[in-house]
């Protein structure tokens, strides 16, 4: 059973590009989280979404931040017009239909690293 | 809002000896779910340990353990027997049960080193 899976592992963008980062969960999960991780930090929330559905999106920056989850395909993390500050590790974690629950924690996939130049 | 801290940025423990990471944090609820976290160099988080606030005794899993201390609102990590591979950054992290999917609050993180 393959885990969740990010793509790419490694993304390098110039300031003012776009960033899109992939995310499949794990085979039968349906409910997808994104976070990211500044250097020296700990993993900070950004958005939860299911199935064609955005949950909470209260971790998310007000602009040039958005998340997709289409009834087909992956999870998208976008970010439009990249700045500096964006570089980071962006983690994607997924969880059963059900939720995630003490006998059931988040699966993370192994995150992408964006570096903005 | 909850928030975790973890008071160590880095730690060191010699080969085989026991470490002790503490975490604290602060919440209003009197059920949630704690976690230990570790992530090694590769990037990938993986699950170390689990704890619910109901349950008194203290979860083990393997090497490691935890002491749960809830009025104080402590849940630090013992690491015992460390071995070379336990070196990694280890994040706590708290969740809230008040519904199905509330995202985890984690802890900026400590860093293991283990020296052979």
């Known amino acids: 059973n393959a885990g969740v899976m990010q793509n790419p592992r490694h993304l390098v963008r110039r300031r003012g590009q776009e960033a899109r980062l992939r995310c499949s969960p794990m085979k039968g999960h349906s409910h997808v989280y994104w976070y990211r991780q500044l250097p020296e930090e700990g993993l900070k929330f950004m958005v939860y979404l299911q199935k064609e559905n955005i949950i909470d999106e209260s971790g998310m920056p007000k602009e040039r931040f958005s998340a997709e989850f289409p009834k087909e395909g992956p999870s998208i993390l976008r970010i439009q017009q990249v700045v500096r500050g964006d570089s980071a590790a962006y983690f994607c974690?997924?969880?059963?239909?059900?939720?995630?629950?003490?006998?059931?924690?988040?699966?993370f996939g192994n995150g992408t690293r964006l570096t903005v130049t | 809002a909850q928030t975790v801290t973890q008071s160590q940025p880095e730690m060191s423990v010699q080969e085989a000896e026991t470490v002790t990471l503490s975490c604290t944090y602060d919440?209003?609820?009197?059920?949630?779910?704690l976690f230990w976290y570790k992530q090694p160099p590769s990037r990938q988080m993986i699950l170390v340990i689990r704890?619910?606030?109901?349950?008194?005794q203290n979860a083990t899993e393997n090497r490691f353990s935890v002491n749960f201390q809830k009025a104080a609102k402590s849940f630090s990590l013992k690491i015992s027997d460390s071995q070379l591979g336990d070196a990694a950054m280890y994040f706590c992290?708290?969740?809230?049960?008040?519904?199905?999917?509330?995202?985890?609050?984690f802890g900026k993180g400590t860093r293991l080193s283990v020296i052979a």
């Open positions: 992290a708290y969740r809230s049960p008040n519904s199905g999917n509330t995202p985890l609050v």
């Open positions: 919440t209003s609820e009197s059920d949630y779910y």
């Open positions: 704890q619910e606030a109901y349950k008194q």
């Open positions: 974690a997924s969880s059963p239909q059900d939720g995630f629950s003490y006998n059931s924690p988040l699966h």
